[in-house]
């Protein structure tokens, strides 16, 4: 079995951390659902009482010092997350409040000019339900058709219905990695398929930005949307990445405020990107932060953090894999698997699961993982979920372990 080899000094990260001074139950905190939302290094807390501390104020209106130091903080994130993902240009960033917002303003701004009557959009089984709903309630204004690719036993997306990649279609919209199998899909190569088709792409990047290296040039996707509190920002803001040529014949989500250019009786024309599509006071502080998560991120380097965190899936598939009665879903291949492991117990709800693992320190997800469809595929009403970031190690899989053999203890499971 694999055993302790290190890409990352994960002490000297928790020490960035202040969450990991709590003991809960009197244990140490064991943090195993950054899949849900990730921890926070005391940069990125800092950095938010800073702005509200030093130079608190809107921006882009302001002409005192206050405003012009907020703005150009605010502004110079934008560029920082530009650079991160390898966009064109700051203004393919559009700042929301998270991957949600993000797929649902494509939806709403681009949907409803493009898709019409009949046309056809495609997503997969494995997508999180904010993947699934909008696209559901546009087809159904448009009278449009709503099709699947459906995942296999073992948790990949199904070869046998990638013939739906195909002419006439106007949107595949699909997951980078899978927040409740972890599995990382070929996006490339589907995005390639779906060109070649006509189509544009969307990616839902949530679990994939905060995790490995996300190029959106070498992808070519046209969408991608994350959200900031997976990556180490805070909650709130997120963002939508899209090329410049389709922001322009985009029309905007949401109207008011700073995303005009001139207002008449009458009309009004909108402001250049990425600002036509920011209404109204955004989430300066948590534009900010983010910057600052991002700066983090890459002063350890995503490289290395999707590698640390495919140890730590490999040695935890090899040791879960060994407990009787204990059902793990999605690819056993770490190489393909994101730092997400989803599974069940026999004769034990997931829910009892996650209540037990608390006791003991350890926090997991339990539920559907707004992923209803996934669930079907399986056939369970829920899964406990236990997944990795840069601040747990080996030592945390060994605890989870070693609750979970408590767990068949207590339910008397052989």
């Known amino acids: 079995m694999l055993k302790y080899q290190y890409v990352l000094d994960v002490k000297k990260i928790k020490e960035d951390f202040p969450i990991f001074q709590r003991k809960i139950n009197g244990k140490d905190l064991v943090y195993l659902d950054s899949t849900a939302t990730s921890q926070k290094p005391i940069q990125v807390i800092k950095a938010i009482e800073n702005f509200y501390s030093n130079y608190c104020a809107n921006v882009h209106r302001g002409v005192y010092t206050l405003a012009e130091e907020a703005t150009l903080a605010y502004e110079e994130s934008r560029k920082e997350i530009a650079r991160f993902i390898n966009a064109k240009s700051y203004e393919e960033i559009l700042f929301v409040r998270n991957a949600t917002e993000a797929i649902n303003l494509v939806a709403y701004s681009w949907g409803r000019k493009n898709v019409s009557k009949d046309d056809r959009i495609l997503i997969t089984q494995m997508e999180h339900h904010s993947n699934i709903v909008p696209w559901q309630i546009l087809c159904k204004e448009k009278g449009a058709k709503l099709d699947y690719i459906g995942i296999t036993d073992e948790g990949l997306l199904d070869k046998k219905d990638f013939y739906k990649i195909d002419k006439p279609l106007k949107l595949f919209a699909f997951t980078h990695v899978s927040n409740t199998l972890g599995t990382i899909n070929p996006v ?221 203890k207590i339910f008397k499971i052989d």
Not at 189 to 208: C, F, P, R, Y
Not at 398 to 407: C, E, G, P, R, T
Request: hydrophobic share 40%; aromatic share 8%; net charge negative.
């Open 188 to 408: 490339k190569e589907l995005t390639k398929m779906a060109h070649e088709a006509g189509a544009l792409v969307l990616i839902d990047g949530a679990q994939s930005v905060p995790h490995m290296p996300v190029n959106v040039r070498e992808i070519n996707c046209d969408f991608l949307a994350f959200s900031g509190h997976k990556m180490l920002g805070p909650m709130g803001i997120g963002v939508l990445y899209a090329k410049r040529e389709i922001l322009e014949e985009m029309e905007p989500f949401l109207t008011g405020g700073e995303m005009i250019k001139e207002v008449d009786f009458h009309y009004s024309t909108w402001n250049d990107l990425p600002w036509k599509y920011e209404a109204g006071t955004p989430n300066v502080e948590g534009g900010i932060a983010l910057g600052e998560a991002v700066r983090y991120l890459n002063a350890i380097g995503m490289d290395k953090i999707r590698e640390h965190e495919k140890l730590l899936v490999k040695y935890a598939l090899e040791k879960l894999q060994e407990m009787k009665g204990l059902t793990i879903y999605g690819p056993k291949n770490s190489e393909i698997r994101g730092g997400v492991i989803s599974f069940n117990i026999e004769g034990v709800h997931a829910h009892d699961v996650a209540s037990i693992l608390d006791q003991e320190g350890i926090q997991i997800r339990a539920g559907h993982h707004c992923a209803k469809l996934v669930m079907k595929k399986y056939n369970v009403p829920a899964m406990a979920r236990a997944s990795f970031y840069i601040y747990n190690d080996y030592e945390d899989i060994d605890k989870l372990y070693d609750a979970l053999l408590l767990v068949k």
